[in-house]
């Protein structure tokens, strides 16, 4: 119990830099778009890591095991690095946009983004529930098995495809169109992952070949 209060208020002040440098960069806390964004991707993660405690702590405890360090292989080191880098990237480049007034994105967009956000959270509810092997680093347990319902039917990678939404969402959800930049920049990271991850999996994981066949979309359905 005393490991997972320290891990949780690690992961809470790794979650709140970000949003300190956001307001820094923006030199003002009149930020309206940030202190939105910020609440509802705190009160999620929160949500999220509640819900797991009761549910499924084992789960938990493997979600934990989280960011660079957590990864086996040095190449997953280096994306997990490159992606968490352009995340710290989207809300300091958020903050400049709004100090500067590069964008002017409609209060509805900015709504809109934040809806999706929280969907993007409630989809990783869903393929929690589904795969109680969903750690957050690249690893084949043992007794572990291919989920192939729920979302895990449509998609190899549901996960992945929350975060991709929601790497995109977040800067609008700032109010910065300028972030999209390194949404897109953090794109060919995440494919890079899921490509080294697939093949760990083929080579570890019993039935994941025969899944890929069934399945073969990884993102989005019918298109990739």
């Avoid at 989207?90 to 709504?111: E, N």
């Avoid at 795969?131 to 998609?155: D, H, I, K, M, P």
């Avoid at 949404?183 to 890929?212: K, M, V």
């Amino acid at each position: 119990m005393r490991s997972y209060v320290a891990r949780s208020i690690l992961q809470t002040a790794v979650i709140l830099t970000p949003a300190v440098l956001t307001f820094v960069c923006a030199g003002t806390i009149a930020f309206w778009q940030g202190w939105l964004f910020w609440a509802v991707f705190l009160l999620c993660t929160t949500a999220t890591g509640i819900y797991l405690r009761i549910s499924d702590p084992a789960l938990l405890e493997r979600r934990m095991h989280a960011g660079p360090a957590a990864e086996p292989r040095p190449f997953q080191k280096v994306v997990m690095s490159a992606i968490v880098a352009m995340f710290a990237g989207i809300a300091v480049l958020s903050g400049l946009d709004h100090r500067f007034g590069w964008s002017q994105v409609p209060a509805a967009a900015v709504i809109i983004a934040n809806v999706a956000v929280m969907l993007c959270f409630g989809l990783f509810i869903v393929v929690l529930h589904e795969n109680t092997f969903a750690a957050s680093n690249v690893t084949v347990e043992a007794g572990q098995r291919v989920v192939s319902t729920g979302l895990y039917a449509y998609v190899r990678h549901p996960m992945y495809t929350g975060g991709l939404l929601l790497i995109f969402a977040m800067p609008v959800a700032m109010g910065s169109y300028w972030g999209l930049i390194l949404s897109a920049l953090a794109t060919p990271f995440l494919i890079a992952r899921i490509f080294d991850e697939e093949q760990t999996l083929l080579e570890q994981l019993a039935g994941y070949r025969d899944y890929c066949r069934a399945v073969p979309y990884r993102l989005i359905p019918s298109v990739w």
